[in-house]
């Protein structure tokens, strides 16, 4: 583990930084968007 990559948008990173990167995406946009 750790060395397998995934797609993330149109970079290619590493699978265990996808879901931190997941997770900001999500909250920057959280901050801006109402329901």
């Known amino acids: 583990m750790g ?3 995934t797609h ?3 970079s290619t990173v590493n699978e ?3 879901a931190g990167k997941v ?3 999500f909250h920057s946009v ?3 968007t109402t329901l």
Do not use: L
């Open 3 to 5: 060395g397998q990559k």
């Open 16 to 18: 265990d930084e996808k």
């Open 8 to 10: 993330f948008g149109f």
């Open 23 to 25: 997770a900001e995406v």
């Open 30 to 32: 959280a901050k801006t």
